[in-house]
């Protein structure tokens, strides 16, 4: 029999462990949509669930860091996020990587139709560089941050789950660096 579980010490809707009497060794994990699923054998103790969990979720996120997004793939996404949230009506002329953006996550120059995103979005998940982008593709219907801005960017679902991660990864970077001692 299978049994499916929430993980203690995760949100409900960010790790789902399912276990299998099926499954007798192999432990496996993948994303669905907000979601990570982890899959293990029914057998396993709660402390080996526990670890395999970590292991898992640390393995996911190297994957999708190497997962690196190239100028001709940051267009084509553009391009889909625009067709998906704004009736396609965001048309940028180009849209790329650039490096020398170190206190903005991204510009937009409607005049020009270009869009720039800062290299240091690389290897963030992917719903993080969906935001950025669309954000920018947002620019180029309406300048500024006022209320009709802020209802074309509600049309996608994870604008709030991404703006959190961009606050964590600022608030991160303020903090002081402190080595690890050890005993």
Known sequence: MDTHRHVSGHSPDQVEVRRSSRRRRTVSAYREGDRTIVLIPARMSVDEEQRW???????????????????????????ELSERYLQGRARPDSVRWVTNQNSRWGSCT????????????????????????????AHLLVPGHGDDFWRLLDRYPRT??????LEGVVAAERLPYIPWLRS
């Open 53 to 79: 969990v970590s292991v898992m979720l640390d393995k996911l996120a190297a994957q999708e860091e190497r997962r690196v997004i190239d100028d001709d793939d940051l267009a084509r996404r553009a391009t």
């Open 110 to 137: 409607p005049a020009l139709g270009s869009i720039r995103l800062s290299h240091r979005l690389q290897g963030m998940p992917e719903y993080v560089i969906d935001y950025v982008l669309l954000h920018e593709l």
């Open 160 to 165: 709030e789950r991404a703006r959190g991660f």
